[in-house]
């Protein structure tokens, strides 16, 4: 059994700081997937929550509603987009053949994303509990899944942020 010294520790822990940024980055592909169907799925399965009585006097009939929904399949779009890029990247980064630093902005604005969605699922679950007709079980378990992706893409961050360091120290 090789024993770990100070030379080949440092490699040791780029190669575990790459496995977790290949693995994380393939989870992050498959989270933006699974949002993209989430958000569709709320909205077919509750359309009040885009279309609000003052958003009913702006739209009139069918064209307006198709507007909202290609705004929406925008918003959408640009999110999963987001997603795909961090995921491939981070994969990219992962497998040691390109570094790129802007998607770690993304990864920030990805952690902010969901800690916003957590903190306001919580409180709209908090909210209702008074009141047992309107208790959305949906809630807990959108923050649930927001604070673990949250965690998940900071552990990206951080991952991507400690090979950088330790190849700029010249190890590597």
């Given at each position: 059994m090789p024993v770990i010294t100070a030379e080949n520790d440092i490699p040791?822990?780029?190669r575990k700081?790459?496995?977790t940024l290949y693995i994380i980055g393939s989870g992050t592909i498959a989270l933006g997937i699974w949002n993209a169907v989430r958000i569709f799925l709320?909205?077919?399965n509750s359309p009040q929550i885009l279309i609000t009585p003052r958003l009913t006097e702006v739209i009139n009939g069918v064209p307006g509603i198709i507007?909202?929904?290609l705004v929406t399949a925008a918003v959408v779009g640009v999110l999963l987009s987001i997603y795909l890029f961090v995921g491939r990247k981070a994969r990219e980064e992962g497998l040691?053949?390109?570094k790129h630093s802007f998607y770690i902005a993304f990864?920030?604005?990805l952690i902010l994303f969901h800690a916003v969605g957590a903190i306001s699922s919580g409180i709209a679950f908090f909210g209702s509990i008074g009141?047992?007709?309107e208790v959305n079980l949906s809630h807990p378990v959108s923050v649930i899944v927001d604070v673990t992706a949250a965690v998940t893409l900071a552990e990206?961050?951080?991952s991507a942020v400690k090979i950088r360091v330790y190849e700029r120290n010249g190890v590597g």
């Open positions: 040791r822990k780029i700081y790459r496995d709320m909205v077919l507007v909202l929904f040691g053949r390109k990864i920030v604005l009141e047992p007709e990206m961050l951080v």
